[in-house]
C-alpha cells in the first residue's frame, strides 16, 4: 500500500501520456495546471470558484473522452478487477454525494437571501424583515457547520490510503490512472475552496449598518439615513445573489460531467 499526500500540500503532478495514442491527454494537463494556479492563488472569490466549477466541467469532459477512447478501453478493461478501480468508483459516488450536498446548500442560500431582499423592498415598519435578517443569520451558522464537516470529509478522502498495486502495470494504464486519480484530486479542493467560501458570512449581525437596518425596521422610522443604508444592505444582497446564481450554474454543469464520467468508467466493465 502507498498513501498520497493531502491535494493540500502537493501540486497536482503532469500527466505522462503518449499523445498521439491518447489525443486527449495534452488538453487534461492543460485544465490541470489551470486549475492549479486557481486553487494555489489567493482566498477563494466568487469569481474564482465559478473559473474552478468552469474548469471542472472541462476536466471532467477530457477524461470522458479519454475513457470512451478505445485504447484506454482496451488498457483499463484488463485491470477492471484491480482494488485501484474498486476506489476509484467508490471515490467517485462520494464526491458526486459532496456536489449535491453544496448545491443544496446555495439553493438554500438563495431562498434566505431572496426572502430577506423581498422583505427589506416593503419598506414597512412591520417584523418581516427583522425576522428575515435572524432567520439568514440562523442559516449562516448552521450553513458554516455544514461545510466544515464536508471540508473535513474531502480532507479525509484525499488523504486515504490507496492501493499501489496498479504501479506494476505497463506505463500506459499507470498514466491513465493517474489522471483519473489527478482529476478526483483536484475537484476535492475546488469543492473545499467553494465550501470554505461560504463559511464567510455574508453580513455579520453586529456591524453597524445590519444592526441599524434591524433597528430601523424594528422601530418602523423612515428616516433619509435609514433608507440609505437599507439600499446598502439590498444592493450587497443583490450582489450576493447573483454570485450564488453564478456558482449554481457552474456546479449545475460540474454535477452533469461527473455522471457522465462516473458512467464512462462503468463502462469499462462492460469490455
Known amino acids: ?69 478505445p485504447k484506454t478501453l482496451q488498457l483499463l478493461s484488463q485491470h477492471q478487477h484491480g482494488k485501484w478501480f474498486e476506489e476509484l468508483l467508490e471515490k467517485s459516488v ?36 427583522e425576522a428575515g435578517i435572524a432567520r439568514l443569520t440562523n442559516f449562516s451558522k448552521k450553513m458554516k457547520k455544514d461545510a466544515k464537516r464536508l471540508i473535513l470529509a ?29 482529476a478526483n484530486a483536484v475537484c476535492m479542493l475546488v469543492f473545499q475552496r467553494l465550501l470554505s467560501f461560504l463559511t464567510v ?15 430601523l425596521i424594528h422601530n418602523g422610522r423612515t428616516e433619509n439615513k435609514g433608507l440609505k443604508n437599507n439600499m446598502i444592505v439590498e444592493t450587497k444582497l443583490e450582489t450576493v445573489e447573483a454570485q450564488l446564481n453564478s456558482i449554481e450554474e457552474g456546479l449545475e454543469g460540474t454535477f452533469r460531467s461527473l455522471i457522465r464520467a462516473r458512467s464512462s468508467l462503468l463502462n469499462v466493465f462492460s469490455c
Open 1 to 69: 500500500m502507498a498513501s498520497l499526500p493531502c491535494s493540500k500540500t502537493r501540486p497536482f503532478r503532469s500527466i505522462s501520456l503518449p499523445v498521439r495514442s491518447h489525443p486527449t491527454t495534452q488538453r487534461v494537463e492543460e485544465v490541470l495546471n489551470k486549475l492549479n494556479r486557481l486553487e494555489t492563488s489567493v482566498a477563494p472569490t466568487a469569481e474564482t470558484i465559478c473559473d474552478s466549477l468552469l474548469g471542472l466541467e472541462e476536466l471532467q469532459k477530457c477524461m470522458d473522452h479519454l475513457l470512451n477512447s
Open 94 to 129: 462520494r464526491i458526486l454525494d459532496v456536489c449535491s450536498t453544496t448545491q443544496e446548500l446555495i439553493s438554500q442560500y438563495k431562498e434566505n437571501v431572496r426572502a430577506l431582499e423581498s422583505s427589506l423592498r416593503r419598506r414597512k415598519g412591520d417584523s418581516t424583515a
Open 154 to 182: 474531502l480532507k479525509q478522502m484525499d488523504c486515504e490510503t490507496l492501493t499501489a498495486a496498479f504501479l506494476e502495470a505497463d506505463q500506459e494504464t499507470v498514466a491513465v490512472i493517474r489522471a483519473l486519480r489527478e
Open 201 to 215: 458570512p455574508l453580513l455579520k449581525p453586529k456591524q453597524p449598518k445590519w444592526s441599524l437596518v434591524s433597528k
